[in-house]
T-cell receptor
Framework: GQNIDQPTEMTATEGAIVQINCTYQ??????LFWYQQHAGEAPTFLSY????GLEEKGRFSSFLSRSKGYSYLLLKELQMKDSASYLC??????????????FGAGTRLAVHP | DSGVTQTPKHLITATGQRVTLRCSPR?????VYWYQQSLDQGLQFLIQ???????AKGNILERFSAQQFPDLHSELNLSSLELGDSALYFC????????????FGPGTRLTVT
């Protein structure tokens, strides 16, 4: 089966750094995505990791350890507009030879002044 | 703006009815994915089409069906609607069929009364 765990809610202060963790158990692992979703809006792509290590993109970085089934999203210099849900999604190969994205329930981040 | 369009934005209908949700992918994208997002379930993959053919299936109910037309737009048909079908329905598109980076439309909010 597929299982993705991430904290339900987190709070942080403007200007600070926050790390959102994601653990997964899946067969046919083929990569991990992070998406940002503001309430009532569409998810938007943040990052993609397929190999172990850190991928940095401006204020956002994402890390993957395939052996540990673990990823995190690091947000630096937090801004109020970063208040949103952050979705961890695993890309996995299923029977039939097709890949699917399996999303975690999301972590709701609230940034306070 | 992701370039993916969905209509209608909102839909209110009664139990037992049938509705059709429409999606136009980004220019050049051949894959279309449908997702359901309800408050208690998170983002659930329903079905994927690539260049007119069904590619991958997720947790799609038998009451639901979809198709992708020669011009690559897609429709999701929901029939015998139940209260529990109330949710946000997102369409996403990507260039390739392998569930890589997906661009999400703004969603259709379906309310079943």
């Amino acid at each position: 089966g597929q299982n993705i765990d991430q904290p339900t809610e987190m709070t942080a202060t403007e200007g600070a750094i926050v790390q959102i963790n994601c653990t997964y158990q899946t067969s046919g692992f083929n990569g991990l995505f992070w998406y940002q979703q503001h309430a009532g809006e569409a998810p938007t792509f943040l990052s993609y990791n397929v190999l172990d290590g850190l991928e940095e993109k401006g204020r956002f970085s994402s890390f993957l350890s395939r052996s540990k089934g673990y990823s995190y999203l690091l947000l630096k210099e937090l801004q109020m507009k970063d208040s949103a849900s952050y979705l961890c999604a695993v890309r996995a190969l299923f029977s039939g030879g097709y890949n699917k994205l399996i999303f975690g329930a999301g972590t709701r981040l609230a940034v306070h002044p | 703006d992701s370039g993916v369009t969905q209509t209608p934005k909102h839909l209110i209908t009664a139990t037992g009815q049938r509705v059709t949700l429409r999606c136009s992918p980004r220019s050049g994208d051949l894959s279309v994915y449908w997702y359901q997002q309800s408050l208690d379930q998170g983002l659930q993959f329903l079905i994927q089409y690539y260049n007119g053919e069904e590619r991958a299936k997720g947790n799609i109910l038998e009451r639901f069906s979809a198709q992708q037309f020669p011009d690559l737009h897609s429709e999701l048909n929901l029939s015998s609607l139940e209260l529990g079908d109330s949710a946000l329905y997102f369409c996403a598109s990507s260039v390739a069929q392998g569930a890589y980076e997906q661009y999400f439309g703004p969603g259709t909010r379906l309310t079943v009364t």
